[in-house]
């Protein structure tokens, strides 16, 4: 089943046209790709879907229900997040961070949901009380997903979530996103590091605003596009 629907949807900020026509699909339960380099469009792209910047031509459908008229809380009630390069709060706890992540929650739900989350992230769990910005960049990244996983969201946006880790961070964040993809979340992952093809189903090559290419994972990784631009072939 289609979840989420885009038909040509343009974008950009002020007089500077950014997204020229992007169409593309997730299917519900899905793990899709956005692939790209440096200034594609990638998070333009995700800024629109949650409605942080205008949709200014084509059409975005969440099960089947337009969303351009929808301010971005409305989006996040009917079952989307997104998860920002940046991600937390440094100043708040890692508690507060979490709680912000339900806000349109009621209390007993955020504590149940808080109590899964703190046993999937012991670190986090030791240091609950302590402001976000005590932690290690692998460790915030790892609260940015425990914040967005409270809502249980139905599709996650997902901008770069590799970047300023390293390696072995790296991979523990995409085991993160596996559970989290067992769960039944559809995620739209934006990423320049290809290592994350290993968990999409399928994949979107964004160059220039535009969908250069989009295939399943073993189309995109045996496309001459993705090898000259991401294995140095
Ligand atoms: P990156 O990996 O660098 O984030 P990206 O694929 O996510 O790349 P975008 O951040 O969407 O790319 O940027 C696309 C284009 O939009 C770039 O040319 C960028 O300079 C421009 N841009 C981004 N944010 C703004 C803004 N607030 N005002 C004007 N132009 C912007």
């Not at 629907?5 to 950009?12: D, I, K, N, P, W």
């Not at 970047?163 to 067992?182: D, E």
């Not at 559809?186 to 090559?205: C, H, K, P, S």
């Amino acid at each position: 089943m289609t979840l989420l629907s885009l038909e040509g949807v343009e974008a950009g900020y002020g007089p500077l046209q950014i997204l020229w026509g992007i169409d593309l699909d997730v299917a519900a339960g899905e793990t899709v790709l956005l692939l790209g380099a440096n200034s594609a469009g990638k998070t333009t792209l995700l800024r629109t879907i949650i409605g942080l910047i205008a949709c200014r031509g084509g059409t975005i459908r969440f099960e089947g229900e337009a969303l351009q008229m929808l301010a971005p809380d409305q989006r996040i009630r009917r079952g989307i997040a997104f998860m920002s390069e940046l991600g937390v709060f440094p100043s708040l706890s890692i508690e507060e961070n979490i709680r912000l992540g339900g806000y349109f929650l009621d209390r007993a739900t955020v504590r149940q949901r808080s109590d899964r989350l703190f046993e999937m992230f012991p670190d986090l769990a030791k240091k609950r009380r302590h402001a976000a910005a005590t932690l290690s960049g692998g460790q915030r990244k790892m609260l940015g997903i425990a914040k967005v996983l409270v809502s249980e969201p139905r599709l996650l946006l997902m901008d770069e979530p590799s970047s300023g880790l390293a390696p072995v961070f790296v991979k523990q964040v995409i085991k993160i996103l596996q559970t989290a993809i067992g769960a039944g979340t559809a995620l739209l992952i934006a990423e320049q590091n290809v290592a994350f093809l290993e968990l999409a189903d399928r994949g979107y090559l964004i160059d220039g605003g535009r969908v250069r290419l989009s295939g399943t994972r073993a189309q995109l990784e045996a496309s001459t596009a993705v090898r000259e631009a991401y294995f140095g072939l």
